[in-house]
C-alpha cells in the first residue's frame, strides 16, 4: 500500500491559488498549511483531514488532530487541506470532495466517520487513511475490537481512556466533600462511556481501599445521562443541573463542548463544584474554565495524528492499530493547576501508584479496549 512519492529538497510548494474547498462543511477561515518560504519543501504528498460535527475549534479531540495533522505538513514542508463537517450529511460529500482533490492520506476525527470512512476507504484502495477514536471492525459504533480493520487501507488510532478516567476518578472519590461525584456525556457510544467507565471504577477502587463511601451518580455501569447531542446548548446545561442537584461537587462531562453546560449550571448552582475536562487539558484550551477545572483526563491526539501524517509522508507509514495507553503516554491526566491547594497533599503521591498499578496489571480496569 505504500507509494513512492518523488520529494525535491529544494524546490518550492505549489499553492492552490485562489481554490476554495467545494464540499458540504465549512473550511477553517485561517491558511492551515507553511505551503511557502524559500526553505519549504515541495512534495507529491498531500495530507488531508475531515472533522466531525464538532469543528476545528472544539477544544477538544478535533481541534488537537488537526493541530497534530498541521504540525505535521508544517514540518513536511506542504499545504493540509481541511474541511469541517456541520453534520452527518456532510461526511461522505467531504470524503468524497478530500479524494477528488488528490489527497494521498486522509485523517477523519471521530467514531462518527467510521461508516463513511469505510466506504471512502473501500473505493480509494491508494489512499492512506487514518481513523481517530474507531477500530474500523465490525459494527460503526466502535464496540469491537480484534485489532485489524476490515478495510486493509484503514489505521485506527485509538485511546484506552478508561485507564486516564479511572485516576480521575480515583482522585474525585478523595476531594469530594459530600460523598457524591458525578457525570454525564454527549450520546451513550462506547467512546463516551469508557471515560464515564473508568470514572466510575477509579471512584469505587478509591472507595474500597479508602474504606469511604462515594457514590457516582449519572452512570451505573450500563445506563446514564446524556444530553443526545454534542453541541453546548441547554440540554447541556439542563442535563449537568441533574447531575449536580443531586448533591455532586465534582463532574465530568463527557462530549467536546458539552463542558460549557456543566460550567453554566455549576455558576447557577452558586455551588463549590469541582470539574474534570476531557480529552485535552481543559485549563489550557479554555482559560474560561480554570477557576473550575480540577483536573482534565487526556487523549494525546495531537501526537499520534502528528506521527501518523509524518509517516504517510515518509513512507513509513504502516495500518497497525495504535492504542494510547498509560504506559506509552497515549492517556493521562493533567496537573491540578489551580486545585493544586486544594487537593490533599498526598493524592499526587497516590495517584503514581494507582497509574504504577494499572501498567503492571496489578490494578484491572476494564474497558472494550482490553
Keep these: 500500500m505504500t507509494k513512492t512519492r518523488k520529494v525535491v529538497a529544494n524546490g518550492l510548494v505549489a499553492l492552490l491559488a485562489g481554490a476554495s474547498l467545494a464540499a458540504c462543511g465549512d473550511a477553517p477561515a485561517e491558511d492551515n498549511g507553511s505551503g511557502s518560504g524559500s526553505?519549504?519543501?515541495?512534495?507529491?504528498?498531500?495530507?488531508?483531514?475531515?472533522?466531525?460535527a464538532g469543528g476545528f475549534d472544539d477544544k477538544s479531540f478535533n481541534q488537537l488532530s488537526f493541530e497534530g495533522a498541521?504540525?505535521?505538513?508544517?514540518?513536511?514542508?506542504?499545504?493540509?487541506?481541511?474541511?469541517?463537517?456541520?453534520?452527518?450529511?456532510?461526511?461522505?460529500?467531504?470524503?468524497?470532495?478530500?479524494?477528488?482533490?488528490?489527497c494521498d492520506a486522509i485523517v477523519t476525527v471521530g467514531f462518527a466517520l467510521a461508516a463513511a470512512t469505510k466506504e471512502?476507504?473501500?473505493?480509494?484502495?491508494?489512499i492512506e487513511y487514518v481513523l481517530i477514536d474507531d477500530s474500523a471492525d465490525g459494527g460503526d459504533d466502535g464496540q469491537t475490537?480484534?485489532?485489524?480493520?476490515?478495510?486493509?487501507?484503514?489505521?485506527?488510532?485509538?485511546?484506552?481512556?478508561?485507564?486516564?478516567?479511572?485516576?480521575?476518578?480515583y482522585a474525585a472519590a478523595d476531594y469530594t466533600k459530600t460523598g457524591k461525584i458525578g457525570t454525564y456525556g454527549g450520546m451513550p457510544f462506547p467512546t463516551v462511556t469508557i471515560f464515564m467507565d473508568g470514572f466510575r471504577q477509579g471512584?469505587?477502587?478509591?472507595?474500597?481501599?479508602?474504606?469511604?463511601?462515594?457514590?457516582?451518580?449519572?452512570?451505573?455501569?450500563?445506563?446514564?445521562?446524556?444530553?443526545?447531542?454534542?453541541?453546548?446548548?441547554?440540554?447541556?446545561?439542563?442535563?449537568?443541573?441533574?447531575?449536580?442537584?443531586?448533591?455532586?461537587?465534582?463532574?465530568?462531562?463527557?462530549?467536546?463542548?458539552i463542558y460549557q453546560g456543566a460550567?453554566?449550571?455549576?455558576?447557577?448552582?452558586?455551588?463549590?463544584?469541582?470539574?474534570?475536562?476531557?480529552?485535552?487539558?481543559?485549563?489550557?484550551?479554555?482559560?474560561?474554565?480554570?477557576?473550575?477545572?480540577?483536573?482534565?483526563?487526556?487523549?494525546?491526539?495531537?501526537?499520534?495524528?502528528?506521527?501518523?501524517?509524518?509517516?504517510?509522508?515518509d513512507d513509513t507509514f504502516d495500518f497497525e492499530p495504535y492504542v494510547g495507553t498509560l504506559e506509552n503516554d497515549g492517556v493521562g491526566i493533567a496537573p491540578f493547576h489551580n486545585f493544586e491547594d486544594k487537593v490533599n497533599p498526598d493524592l499526587a503521591d497516590k495517584l503514581d501508584t494507582v497509574k504504577q498499578g494499572i501498567i503492571d496489571g496489578s490494578i484491572k480496569v476494564d474497558s472494550y479496549l482490553g
Design 39 to 52: 526553505d519549504a519543501k515541495a512534495s507529491d504528498f498531500q495530507p488531508c483531514i475531515v472533522s466531525d
Design 70 to 102: 498541521t504540525q505535521a505538513a508544517d514540518e513536511l514542508g506542504v499545504k493540509l487541506i481541511s474541511v469541517e463537517s456541520n453534520s452527518e450529511n456532510d461526511f461522505a460529500p467531504n470524503l468524497e470532495s478530500l479524494v477528488g482533490q488528490g
Design 120 to 126: 471512502s476507504a473501500k473505493a480509494n484502495p491508494d
Design 145 to 169: 475490537f480484534d485489532g485489524k480493520a476490515d478495510v486493509d487501507n484503514i489505521k485506527p488510532l485509538l485511546y484506552n481512556t478508561a485507564q486516564a478516567a479511572f485516576l480521575a476518578g
Design 203 to 257: 471512584a469505587e477502587y478509591y472507595a474500597k481501599e479508602n474504606k469511604k463511601d462515594v457514590e457516582v451518580v449519572g452512570w451505573d455501569g450500563k445506563n446514564g445521562s446524556f444530553t443526545g447531542g454534542f453541541e453546548a446548548n441547554e440540554a447541556a446545561t439542563s442535563t449537568a443541573k441533574q447531575v449536580l442537584d443531586q448533591d455532586v461537587d465534582v463532574i465530568l462531562p463527557v462530549g467536546g463542548p
Design 263 to 313: 460550567i453554566t449550571a455549576i455558576q447557577d448552582s452558586g455551588k463549590d463544584v469541582a470539574m474534570v475536562g476531557v480529552d485535552a487539558d481543559l485549563y489550557e484550551t479554555d482559560p474560561s474554565t480554570q477557576d473550575y477545572v480540577m483536573t482534565s483526563i487526556l487523549k494525546d491526539m495531537k501526537v499520534s495524528t502528528y506521527e501518523a501524517i509524518m509517516a504517510a509522508g
